[in-house]
């Protein structure tokens, strides 16, 4: 403790010598990091792992389901059609399983409610239809009321918390009954507050960055009453994208996002067998004709398998990144000077017996000052960076949080910059011709 | 042998040419003893005091030092050598100026394995010793220039080196100043340390145990050179 303080004495004396050099030094640094912080902080969010404890036994299945030859640079298609989804979820292997895609509706109360709000008109809102083991299989906390209990097709819809709060003003409301474009259902469920970011289950157009969807509605009645997925959909066949409840069932048309569980390798293996056998069997009725090996993509994977990532936000990444190598080149040659006015004492500790590891340790007092100085500027701007960002993009202000493991990185960041800001200056001044400086 | 040099060259290379500082030099002084390096402007005595200090290093030859030979080794073995067995005076004093005396005579000390009250306790042995333990927070700018060389001495001893390096230690101050550090530096080597002294000075030469005197970088051993003269008698 008292070498430190010798130390931290030492640097104070050194900064004195030049206090220019060394407040541009922090100048510079903060906000090369206050910038890269920022961006670090959108890219954290879009890279993190919104399920960490299960996101490696979430597979997508993908199968070359085209009804053509397709070998050479063809890629499985990323939907699915009804058929095929239905045939991939006869297996008991996986412990879940649920397709989903998305699609809008005009969602009005009932006109004989006696809620306050009844006298509203029909709002747009996005649905969710899906099946059951979704709410299960990536986490969805449920308020009031139960999920469906089967795939069934069912008037009963589950509204997100905001959707309920929009329509109704509260979320007790399960048992109460809505119209979705002039249809009645019944609230069934309402979901806690949740999103998942990045909603990783949707990777699809840009899927991944949107809110929750305000309505869920089960599978079969979204095909029953024709919602056609407002993503995307293709067909291979000539089927009718009016006739979901028949074509959409029995006809290439593809629109299903598709997840299954399997809950360790043996299960991920023996699901592969069990594609790769369903894929055998469908190529001797006419089927999937193209060569193919049916692929379980992890839930990890999944952006990078989509090429689902923005390229504006990895351009922006690397823009920010060369800002910070800019900023950390002047800041060294900043400090050059700030060590220059040094050099004298460098020289002279050196030739009174302070080794270049000495001199090193030293300098690890002058790194930790910078880097908590630099710290203490960064940290404000990155947040006010964020900030501002979110306030422009009120869609994505869910990234603009920090938490431990994000703060932690700057911190390391932070120290590792300053020490290669000051690195070479420091290992300059220790080379210097001892007898030729002293004599000076 | 307190030092013993071999057959040191020293070569100084710049992109267009070559100057030969030190040739063949062969120098042995024994431990306590009192040695005046005296020599022309240019003759190569400074490089070989820096070459002596370990703070410059040569091309050619084997230099040991209290029996340790200095060829080869690390940076690290060196300045633990130096910090151990080397005190230095330098002429300009090289006192940091922003410091106080305290803490200039206790930079060397920091370099060792030294605990705070044994650091403390030399510093202010060090500083009675020259007559400055009074004035200890004092900076090197509120002294005289006299009192500056005591503290750089001061320094030099702290440690309780081996062997004393003094590079002109008179060189900046008047007569009265002079005497009293050169008797300073005697009463040191009085108590057993080597000094080596690089002088112009002939009575301060003189008052040297022994002169080795340089001229074109090479030794003149016990030869005296008379800088008024200047030609080796």
């Known amino acids: ?440 | 042998m307190m030092l013993k040099l071999r057959q040191i060259s020293k070569v100084f290379r710049t992109d267009l040419i070559e100057t030969t500082a030190l040739k063949h030099i062969d120098l042995e002084v024994a431990a306590g003893e009192f040695v005046a390096l005296t020599g022309p402007s240019g003759s190569g005595k400074s490089t070989l005091l820096n070459i002596l200090g370990t703070l410059e290093s040569f091309d050619d030859g084997d230099y040991e030092l209290d029996g340790i030979s200095v060829r080869g080794m690390s940076d690290r073995a060196l300045s633990a050598l130096r910090n151990e067995k080397i005190g230095f005076i330098f002429q300009g004093f090289n006192l940091i100026k922003d410091y106080s005396l305290f803490d200039n005579v206790e930079l060397p000390l920091r370099y060792r394995h030294f605990s705070a009250a044994e650091r403390r306790q030399r510093v202010m042995d060090a500083l009675a010793l020259v007559g400055l333990a009074g004035r200890r927070d004092y900076h090197p700018s509120q002294l005289s220039g006299g009192q500056q060389q005591r503290v750089a001495i001061a320094r030099a001893i702290a440690g309780s080196p081996r062997i004393l390096l003094a590079d002109e230690p008179t060189g900046n101050l008047d007569s009265l100043m002079a005497r009293q550090v050169m008797e300073l530096l005697e009463s040191i080597n009085q108590q057993g340390c080597t000094l080596l002294m690089v002088t112009h000075d002939p009575d301060q030469a003189r008052r040297a145990q022994r002169q080795v005197q340089i001229v074109d970088g090479q030794l003149s051993d016990s030869a005296i050179y008379d800088p008024l003269q200047r030609t080796v008698a």
């Open chain 1, 1 to 440: 403790m008292e070498q430190l303080r010798y130390y931290l004495k030492v640097n104070w004396i050194s900064i004195r010598r030049a206090p220019l050099p060394y407040a541009l030094t922090i100048l510079i640094l903060s906000v090369g990091l206050g910038v890269f912080f920022a961006n670090a902080t959108f890219y954290y969010w879009l890279k993190h792992d919104p399920l960490p404890h299960k996101s490696a036994n979430l597979f997508y299945p993908l199968v070359k389901s085209q009804p053509f030859v397709c070998d050479e640079g063809c890629a499985a298609p990323k939907i699915h059609s009804y058929r095929d989804v239905i045939s991939l979820q006869q297996s008991d292997i996986p412990s879940k399983s649920a397709a989903m895609y998305s699609a809008g509706a005009y969602v009005r109360l009932v006109p004989n409610t006696t809620d306050a709000a009844s006298d509203l008109p029909a709002v747009g809102m996005s649905l969710r239809i899906t099946q059951r083991d979704f709410f299960s299989m990536f986490e969805v906390p449920v308020q009031h009321g139960d999920v469906w209990p089967d795939n069934t097709a069912r008037h009963e819809v589950i509204l997100s918390h905001d959707a309920a709060l929009k329509l109704f003003g509260r979320t007790e409301v399960v048992g109460e009954r809505l119209e979705l474009d002039h249809r009645m259902f019944t609230i069934s469920a309402v979901l806690a507050p949740w999103r998942m970011f990045p909603r990783l289950y949707d990777p699809q157009n840009d899927g991944y960055l949107e809110a929750t969807e305000d309505i869920f509605l089960p599978l079969e009645t979204g095909y029953d009453l024709n919602y056609v997925s407002n993503r995307q959909s293709s067909s291979f066949d000539d089927a009718d994208y009016q006739k979901l409840a028949s074509d959409g069932r029995t006809k290439a048309l593809h629109q299903l996002q598709f997840w299954v569980q399997l809950d360790d390798a043996n299960a991920q293996q023996a699901y592969a067998d069990f594609m790769r056998h369903w894929v055998e069997e469908q190529k001797k009725v006419g089927r999937h004709p193209s060569a193919n090996q049916p692929q379980l993509v992890a839930m990890t994977d999944i952006m990078q398998t989509f090429k689902a990532q923005s390229q504006e936000v990895i351009a922006f990444a690397l823009v920010t990144l060369l800002f910070l190598l800019v900023c950390l080149c002047n800041a060294c040659h900043l400090s050059l000077n700030r060590f220059i006015a040094n050099q004298y004492e460098i020289s002279l500790r050196r030739a009174l017996g302070a080794s270049r590891g000495q001199l090193q340790l030293q300098l690890l007092a002058d790194v930790c000052c910078t880097a908590g100085l630099a710290l203490l500027l960064a940290l404000p701007l990155a947040w006010l960076t964020v900030q501002g960002i979110s306030v422009l993009l009120p869609n994505q202000a869910v990234m603009a949080s920090w938490n431990g493991s994000l703060l932690g990185s700057m911190v390391l960041l932070t120290l590792c910059t300053s020490y290669l800001v000051t690195l070479y200056p420091a290992l300059r001044a220790s080379f210097g011709n001892l007898s030729l400086q002293l004599k000076a």
